[in-house]
Nanobody, 123 residues
């Protein structure tokens, strides 16, 4: 069971990035998927999550209206579209899978984690 986050990079404030979370060894269809981030010196925090059906989406207040989570089960991939990025969004972003379809943004609720992808937003 592996998750791989990708799509990070360096972008100027106001720019956009799309992160991808791809799975290997299992099918994402049956998992709630969450995106988390960890900035230097800070705790890991929930950014967004999407339920198994895709019908429930949740966002941290800090990203509402700017980030959009989606899933493409045919491609076994979940995306995080990030627009209007600010330097405060700079962090390592992780995706994670939760076997329970509860759709929370609590770090402890997630069972599988991928390696992160670094997002750096310059001012």
């Amino acid at each position: 069971v592996q998750l791989q986050a990708s799509g990070g990079g360096l972008v100027q404030a106001g720019g956009s990035l799309r992160l991808s979370c791809a799975a290997s060894g299992f099918t994402l269809d049956y998992y709630t998927i969450g995106w988390f981030r960890q900035a230097p010196g800070k705790e890991r925090e929930g950014v967004s999550c999407i339920s198994v059906s895709g019908g429930r989406l949740y966002y941290a207040d800090s990203v509402k209206g700017r980030f959009t989570i989606s899933r493409d089960n045919a491609k076994n991939t979940v995306y995080l579209q990030m627009n209007s990025l600010t330097p405060e969004d700079t962090a390592v972003y992780y995706c994670a899978a939760d076997t329970w379809d509860v759709a929370t943004m609590e770090v402890g609720d997630y069972d599988y984690w991928g390696q992160g992808t670094l997002v750096t937003v310059s001012s």
